[in-house]
T-cell receptor, first 112, second 114 residues
């Protein structure tokens, strides 16, 4: 299973763009990169998933360089409600028995 | 469409007791996974059920067991509770047996073992 490394915490002011980088040096050919968001006392929520280059949805963008050994989750113009823990995971979405492996995540604090 | 629900919300037990946690999956989802999340840690995979069969298990002892019913709801049973079992227990459902497809998590059950 690929291991991921993320910063433990980050602070940002409201309205700024936040970029959270995740390292996954041992990512396998079939692995995708997936990000989840978790608010206190709630279950994680899927944000975005990608394989290479760039993926964008209404919540975030995900940038993946050609070597795929890292990825960056970009949150545009954060607000106080974006304060949460963000988890980066890698795994094969087409492999039935591969469980989600969560690390400790990145605790993002948005300040007014 | 109803999301994933879990019951109870909170639970207090004493060491050595047994506990059953319940999860109702999102409509149309046939796969349920259970996770344990200790304070300050990420969720840890316990096991997954796909169409009523266990479809993968994490590094948890046999006193953690589960069931999935024909309506795809699920139970997590923990026997001989230990203090370290105190955690948030999360249930997640998905429409297929593939873990890295989007999973929908419930709000969790907070278990305290005294």
């Amino acid at each position: 299973l690929a291991k991921t490394t993320q910063p433990i915490s980050m602070d940002s002011y409201e309205g700024q763009e936040v970029n959270i980088t995740c390292s996954h040096n041992n990512i396998a050919t079939n692995d995708y990169i997936t990000w989840y968001q978790q608010f206190p006392s709630q279950g994680p929520r899927f944000i975005i998933q990608g394989y290479k280059t760039k993926v964008t949805n209404e919540v975030a963008s995900l940038f993946i360089p050609a070597d795929r050994k890292s990825s960056t989750l970009s949150l545009p113009r954060v607000s106080l409600s974006d304060t949460a823990v963000y988890y980066c995971l890698v795994g094969d979405p087409f492999s039935g028995n591969t469980p989600l492996v969560f690390g400790k995540g990145t605790r993002l604090s948005v300040i007014a | 469409e109803t999301g994933v629900t879990q019951s109870p919300t909170h639970l207090i037990k004493t060491r050595g007791q047994q506990v059953t946690l319940r999860c109702s999956s999102q409509s149309g989802h046939n796969t349920v996974s259970w996770y344990q999340q200790a304070l300050g840690q990420g969720p840890q995979f316990i096991f997954q059920y796909y169409r009523e069969e266990e479809n993968g298990r994490g590094n948890f002892p046999p006193r953690f067991s589960g069931l999935q019913f024909p309506n795809y709801s699920s139970e997590l049973n923990v026997n001989a509770l230990e203090l370290d079992d105190s955690a948030l227990y999360l249930c997640a459902s998905s429409p297929g047996g593939l873990a890295y497809n989007e999973q929908f998590f419930g709000p969790g059950t907070r278990l305290t073992v005294l």
